[in-house]
Every structure is written in structure tokens, then in C-alpha cells.
């Protein structure tokens, strides 16, 4: 049986580890074995139902094997599954992603938690100082990784150089 980390789960659907735990010793979730890096698992079928049920995203047959990929600790696994939540917007499971990639060094990741930090959202004026100042080390970090996009967009935010 395909099996996904409590972790991601809880990344991914939103629901408290506590409520998918105890779903689990009810017998609503089917638990899995411990994975390679030791954490509790559940039914991969059942998470993306949840998935589905609670943030309306559906993952193709790829996307479910690069969640596989993510959820193993693949960097750029994690990369991607950072976008594509961050596309679906669904914000606290990209962030979830790209911060397990960009802990890993991963020049993507960097660069798209520099967008989401940049995005307003409805925050207030405090908020988003402190999430800009975020948005300008993520993309810096990126940028001095070689990422083209950010090096591209720190060039925007520095002043012309004169030869």
C-alpha cells in the first residue's frame, strides 16, 4: 500500500496532525508502516481524498509520484510540489515544500519562497515588511545560488552599476 508521511499529510491537507492521528485510531484512515526516515504514515489514496475534500486540488498520476519523490526527501521533488501548491493557491502546503527544498539548497525553491513572501495577501502593514524582508533574502540566497529568475530580479532591485 502507497503511504505518504503524517507530516505531508498535514502539510498538504490542512487538517491538524492530532485529527488525522485520531481519524487513524478510529479506523477512518488506514495507518501505514513507518517509512524509511522513520515518521508515521497513512494511506496515500485517503490523503489525497482528504486533499481533494478539504483544498480542492487534484493531482494527476506525475504529480502523485513526484509527491511520492517529495515526500522522500527529494529536493527537487520538493521544488516542484512547492509550485505547484503555490499555483493551486494552496499557500501553507507550498511553503511546507519549498522550505524542505530550499533547506536543502535547492535554487528553486528559494526563488519561489521569495514570490510567496512577496505576495500581499491580506496581511497587515507589519506583516508584510517583515515578509518582505523575507521575500529579498529568499531571492538574494537564490540568485547567489545561480538561479537565473532571481539573479534576473535582484538586477530589478539593485541600482545600475557604473563601469
Known sequence: MP???????????GISRST???????????????DARGRATLALGE???LLRATGGVALAADEV???QRADAGDARAQADMGALFYVAG???A???????????GNGDAM?????????PGGKTAEQQAQDDNLAVMWIARAAA???????????????????
Do not use: C, H
Open 90 to 92: 494552496a499557500e501553507r
Open 47 to 49: 490523503v489525497l481524498g
Open 111 to 119: 526563488q519561489w519562497l521569495g514570490v510567496a513572501y512577496a505576495a
Open 65 to 67: 509520484a513526484a509527491l
Open 145 to 163: 545560488q545561480g538561479q537565473a529568475v532571481a539573479q534576473r530580479q535582484m538586477a530589478g532591485l539593485l541600482p545600475a552599476r557604473r563601469g
Open 20 to 34: 488525522l492521528w485520531r481519524r487513524a485510531g478510529d479506523g477512518a484512515l488506514t495507518k501505514g508502516d513507518k
Open 3 to 13: 503511504t505518504l508521511s503524517l507530516d505531508a499529510a498535514v502539510a498538504i491537507t
Open 94 to 104: 507550498a511553503l511546507y515544500w519549498l522550505n524542505e527544498a530550499a533547506a536543502q
